[in-house]
């Protein structure tokens, strides 16, 4: 495998119904050969929302960081 897809959910109350439903906040896509550019032995000085801009994110956030709903990547 080349390539990983990660994306993040959470389950909301759909205000139109009252059920569940998944409401998607980020999706990435990372080639192996990307994971190389962070140092896991040193995660406590990486910034998770900076370090996720040098992949191809989808994430729709605003400036004081609240996530809208988004499409995630497909799996090919």
Known sequence: M???RVSGY???TDPA???ERDQYLFSVKVARN?????HFDRLDQVAPVVAMEAFAVGR???KTGIFRDIEPFKLV
Do not use: K, L, P, V
Not at 34 to 38: A, L, P, R, V
């Open 17 to 19: 119904t009252g059920g």
């Open 60 to 62: 729709d956030m605003t």
């Open 2 to 4: 080349q390539e990983a």
């Open 10 to 12: 959470r389950q909301i």
């Open 34 to 38: 990307q994971w190389g550019s962070i």
